[in-house]
């Protein structure tokens, strides 16, 4: 099992920038690649950013160019560095982990943080 910790969100005026922090514990030795997902009222959660063991990233095209996604493998967390922030941000935002074994895949979910843009 592994533990998502989220932390970071608030509310921010558009334009201006918020860290999150994404802490894992327990089995953290069965994580592979880790990244984040939102999910806005009355929508569907989708994929921000991904960040896979080996540091490569991947972005949704909405937020390439102003966020960054980056991992601490000692402290054994992920951010996500959230620059010129748009309303159409606000949303809330989840941790995932996922970890690869053979042909399964065994994925974790945080409890989520939310991030409010005022216009």
């Known amino acids: 099992q592994v533990q998502l910790v989220e932390s970071g969100g608030g509310l921010v005026q558009a334009g201006g920038s918020l860290r999150l922090s994404c802490a894992a514990s327990?089995?953290?030795?069965?994580?592979?690649?880790m990244g984040w997902y939102r999910q806005a009222p009355g929508k569907q959660r989708e994929v921000v950013a991904v960040i896979a063991s080996g540091g490569s990233t991947n972005y949704a095209d909405s937020v390439k160019g102003r966020f960054t996604i980056s991992r601490d493998k000692a402290k054994n967390t992920v951010y996500l560095q959230m620059n010129s922030l748009e309303p159409e941000d606000t949303a809330v935002y989840y941790c995932k982990s996922w970890y690869y074994s053979g042909s399964s895949v065994y994925d974790y979910w945080g409890q989520g943080t939310q991030v409010t843009v005022s216009s």
């Open positions: 327990g089995s953290i030795f069965t994580i592979n690649d």
